[in-house]
């Protein structure tokens, strides 16, 4: 294999990034490399920034669409004007770290494999690269790229081939490059390159910084048009032999999805979205198999002929499939009235479904028609933060997997109606999160310092996953009275992020915010630990709650009285850990203020959204999008 590399990058009215993406090549260290640089057509000043950066350089190559292609199109123009057999692509409006590239060369010749994938992926705002959105730990790092990784599970690592990587020459044409006929052109390579039995590693200590708040991404303007489920469709299809027939059910059936589901979601919920054989079955031969097998769709197997024999024809075709299985714009009349009648579908389908329970409550369902009419009429929606109610110290308990978004949820609380006064992230130890907490004057405070021993006190194991850690995190958070300096003090979920101004008192009196995450043993659990019922039957779990330092040691001292021991044995002793969703510490405290002190508290929608991570972006995108939220959780549990 040659010892060279070329960095390709593919370029469309990115005239204000370009510069630093290209410079960012330059500071590689590479002894012997090119850069090809293609413009699909843009109609700012990018062919001009193009022209003034290879002007004094002669390793630089430029090439000119004559008309708009799209982003495949260009990376595999990019491709054929490639000297080198291996490959990079880099986005233009985004910065390869120094070192990053000459890393992952070495990796590739010394596994001599077909290509190599990065170890993270930092999400920064803008032109600032100190403000982070996000951070994407990919897996598989020092090991085999799997196929099952190109559909995402929770709790599953991320495939590091939904992001650039580098390849070999050989390798792309393998795989058939870029796909041209749909908007997912990054995540259709994946496929190919997995799919057709093309072997990859995770390189170690490689990370590439990703820009996104100085456009919406392309991922997030197909799905505002409509066009996720073609697209993923027209992946998927590509590769029917490698799932499993379930899978290969869904992906044919997908015009049948509901507004909004998510093609891949649905794959991803299966126990086993693959064949059991899928890795040995991955190879074009494999595929010229299954297209004769007498159990293919009978459309697949005439598009893939078609492919085989006539490709410009199977190019027009794919685009109007495209338009056919496109569903219509979120901001299209259309789309809004199909939101509604979703929403209107789901209320009555959870209404008939109380009224049709063993355990059919009639407090229960008033409660819920009474959050959901108060949810209507926007009560309490327009809150007004001014002046600030003096300063409050911010408690933020977190793990790796949340990391990413800490600081996008600290900001937010700029939108409340307190100052902020220290910030103090409870973690497990880590050099990283010490790092960040010093980098940004937050306060680190070790976890297991401040419960010792208390984690494996607990026995919280459910259908084989120890979740005794998310417990865990929840007395940790009662804890926060040893460390916080301020009378009271704000408990944030490093998952949620503040879309609109928050009022935690109002008239004088603490506000808890109501959603619909009921769950009968929250309320089981607070009449074990107190011995009395909770005087709501709507659910104040809320993603963030105001914690007065008085009241809530008041609170654990009362509990220790009932039960003779420290407050979190006691907890731990009361409640049912057998159960999945056994304790809430906002639903607990909550509850024991309106029942102690009722006339100091009341109750307002909290008009929180549950996202998937994938929904991720700027904040200023998220208000645009959700005009009707005031805080948004990314919760990683969440598929769709």
Same mark, same amino acid.
């Given at each position: 294999?040659? &010892?060279?590399?070329?960095?390709?990058?593919?370029?469309? !009215?990115? *005239?204000?990034?370009?510069?630093?993406?290209?410079?960012?090549?330059?500071?590689?260290?590479?002894?012997?490399?090119?850069?090809?640089?293609?413009?699909?057509?843009?109609?700012?000043?990018?062919?001009?920034?193009?022209?003034?950066?290879?002007?004094?350089?002669? !390793?630089?190559?430029?090439?000119?669409?004559?008309?708009?292609?799209?982003?495949?199109?260009?990376?595999?123009?990019? /491709?054929?004007?490639?000297?080198?057999?291996?490959?990079?692509?880099?986005?233009?409006?985004?910065?390869?770290?120094?070192?990053?590239?000459?890393?992952?060369?070495?990796?590739?010749?010394?596994?001599?494999?077909?290509?190599?994938?990065?170890?993270?992926?930092?999400?920064?705002?803008?032109?600032?690269?100190?403000?982070?959105? @996000?951070?994407?730990?990919?897996?598989?790092?020092?090991?085999?790229?799997?196929?099952? +990784?190109?559909?995402?599970?929770?709790? &599953?690592?991320?495939?590091?081939?939904?992001?650039?990587?580098?390849?070999?020459?050989?390798?792309?044409?393998?795989?058939?490059?870029?796909?041209?006929?749909?908007?997912?052109?990054? $995540?259709? @390579?994946?496929?190919?390159?997995?799919? !057709?039995?093309?072997?990859?590693?995770?390189?170690?200590?490689?990370? =590439?910084?990703?820009?996104?708040?100085?456009?919406?991404?392309?991922?997030?303007? *197909?799905?505002?048009?409509?066009?996720?489920?073609?697209?993923?469709?027209?992946?998927?299809? *590509?590769?029917?032999?490698?799932?499993?027939?379930?899978?290969?059910?869904?992906?044919?059936?997908?015009?049948?999805?509901?507004?909004?589901?998510?093609?891949?979601?649905?794959?991803?919920?299966?126990? $086993?979205?693959?064949?059991?054989?899928?890795?040995?079955?991955?190879?074009?031969?494999?595929?010229?198999?299954?297209?004769?097998?007498?159990?293919?769709?009978?459309?697949?197997?005439?598009?893939?002929?078609?492919?085989?024999?006539?490709?410009?024809?199977?190019?027009?075709?794919?685009?109007?499939?495209?338009?056919?299985?496109?569903?219509?714009?979120?901001?299209?009349?259309?789309?809004?009235?199909?939101?509604?009648?979703?929403?209107?579908?789901?209320?009555?389908?959870?209404?008939?479904?109380?009224? +049709?329970?063993? +355990?059919?409550?009639?407090?229960?369902?008033?409660?819920? %028609?009474? %959050?959901?009419?108060?949810?209507?009429?926007?009560?309490?929606?327009? $809150?007004?933060?001014?002046?600030?109610?003096?300063?409050?110290?911010?408690?933020?308990?977190?793990?790796?997997?949340?990391?990413?978004?800490?600081?996008?949820?600290?900001?937010?609380?700029?939108?409340? #109606?307190?100052?902020?006064?220290?910030?103090?992230?409870?973690?497990?130890?880590?050099?990283?999160?010490?790092?960040?907490?010093? *980098?940004?004057?937050?306060?680190?405070?070790?976890? #297991?310092?401040?419960?010792?021993?208390?984690? !494996?006190?607990?026995?919280?194991?459910?259908?084989?996953?120890?979740?005794?850690?998310?417990?865990?995190?929840?007395?940790?958070?009662?804890?926060?009275?040893?460390? /916080? &300096?301020?009378?009271?003090?704000?408990?944030?979920?490093?998952?949620?992020?503040?879309?609109?101004?928050?009022?935690?008192?109002?008239?004088?009196?603490?506000?808890?915010?109501?959603?619909?995450?009921?769950? $009968?043993? =929250?309320?089981?659990?607070?009449?074990?630990?107190?011995?009395?019922?909770?005087?709501?039957?709507?659910?104040?779990?809320?993603?963030?709650?105001?914690?007065?330092?008085?009241?809530?040691?008041?609170?654990?001292?009362?509990?220790?009285?009932?039960?003779?021991?420290?407050?979190?044995?006691?907890?731990?002793?009361?409640?049912?850990?057998?159960?999945?969703?056994?304790?809430?510490?906002?639903?607990?405290?909550?509850?024991?203020?309106?029942?102690?002190?009722?006339? #100091?508290?009341?109750?307002?929608?909290?008009?929180?959204?549950?996202?998937?991570?994938?929904?991720?972006?700027?904040?200023?995108?998220?208000?645009?999008?959700?005009?009707?939220?005031? +805080?948004?959780?990314?919760?990683?549990?969440?598929?769709?």
């Amino acid at each position: 294999m040659s &010892k060279g590399l070329t960095i390709i990058i593919p370029c469309y !009215n990115c *005239e204000k990034t370009l510069g630093e993406a290209f410079k960012s090549c330059f500071r590689q260290g590479l002894d012997n490399f090119e850069i090809v640089m293609v413009d699909d057509a843009s109609t700012d000043g990018t062919k001009a920034a193009m022209k003034a950066l290879a002007e004094n350089h002669g !390793n630089v190559k430029t090439v000119f669409h004559d008309k708009n292609k799209g982003g495949g199109a260009a990376r595999n123009t990019a /491709v054929a004007h490639a000297s080198y057999d291996a490959i990079f692509c880099l986005d233009s409006d985004d910065i390869l770290p120094d070192g990053t590239l000459p890393r992952m060369l070495a990796m590739l010749n010394e596994k001599s494999c077909d290509g190599i994938g990065l170890s993270r992926s930092v999400k920064f705002r803008g032109t600032d690269l100190s403000d982070i959105a @996000f951070v994407s730990d990919f897996g598989y790092v020092n090991e085999r790229i799997p196929i099952e +990784s190109l559909v995402e599970k929770p709790g &599953k690592p991320l495939c590091p081939l939904y992001s650039v990587f580098m390849f070999t020459k050989d390798a792309f044409k393998t795989a058939g490059g870029y796909p041209t006929d749909h908007g997912f052109d990054t $995540q259709g @390579f994946a496929w190919r390159f997995l799919g !057709n039995g093309l072997v990859a590693y995770g390189c170690p200590d490689t990370t =590439y910084l990703h820009r996104v708040e100085m456009h919406e991404s392309y991922y997030i303007r *197909e799905d505002m048009s409509g066009r996720t489920n073609a697209n993923w469709r027209m992946i998927l299809e *590509e590769f029917l032999f490698l799932l499993s027939p379930k899978a290969q059910e869904i992906v044919l059936g997908s015009e049948r999805l509901s507004y909004g589901e998510n093609l891949m979601d649905k794959v991803a919920e299966l126990d $086993q979205p693959f064949a059991t054989d899928a890795t040995s079955l991955a190879c074009r031969d494999s595929r010229k198999t299954y297209a004769t097998s007498k159990e293919v769709n009978a459309e697949w197997l005439r598009l893939y002929k078609l492919e085989q024999n006539d490709p410009g024809t199977f190019h027009t075709v794919q685009k109007q499939r495209r338009d056919k299985f496109s569903e219509p714009s979120h901001k299209s009349l259309r789309g809004i009235v199909l939101r509604i009648v979703r929403k209107v579908s789901r209320v009555k389908k959870l209404i008939l479904d109380i009224l +049709s329970a063993r +355990s059919y409550r009639p407090d229960l369902v008033a409660a819920y %028609l009474w %959050l959901k009419i108060h949810t209507a009429l926007k009560v309490g929606f327009d $809150q007004a933060v001014e002046p600030k109610k003096g300063t409050v110290d911010v408690v933020v308990p977190t793990v790796a997997k949340d990391f990413g978004l800490i600081k996008s949820s600290i900001a937010s609380l700029a939108l409340m #109606d307190h100052n902020v006064g220290s910030v103090y992230i409870i973690a497990p130890r880590s050099n990283e999160i010490e790092t960040f907490c010093v *980098e940004n004057k937050y306060t680190y405070v070790d976890e #297991d310092a401040l419960l010792p021993g208390v984690r !494996n006190r607990i026995h919280h194991i459910i259908n084989g996953i120890d979740l005794r850690g998310w417990i865990f995190q929840q007395l940790l958070k009662y804890s926060a009275t040893d460390i /916080v &300096k301020t009378g009271k003090f704000i408990v944030l979920d490093s998952d949620t992020i503040l879309l609109r101004p928050h009022a935690f008192i109002q008239d004088e009196k603490h506000v808890f915010f109501q959603s619909t995450e009921w769950n $009968q043993e =929250y309320f089981k659990s607070f009449y074990s630990i107190f011995t009395e019922k909770a005087p709501h039957r709507t659910s104040l779990v809320s993603h963030m709650m105001l914690f007065d330092v008085v009241r809530l040691t008041e609170m654990k001292r009362e509990i220790e009285s009932i039960h003779g021991k420290i407050w979190h044995d006691s907890i731990l002793s009361a409640i049912d850990l057998s159960k999945h969703s056994c304790f809430s510490e906002y639903e607990t405290y909550a509850n024991w203020i309106a029942l102690r002190y009722p006339q #100091d508290s009341m109750r307002l929608p909290s008009y929180n959204a549950p996202m998937p991570r994938s929904a991720l972006r700027p904040e200023e995108a998220l208000r645009r999008d959700m005009p009707h939220k005031k +805080s948004v959780s990314f919760h990683s549990h969440i598929n769709s």
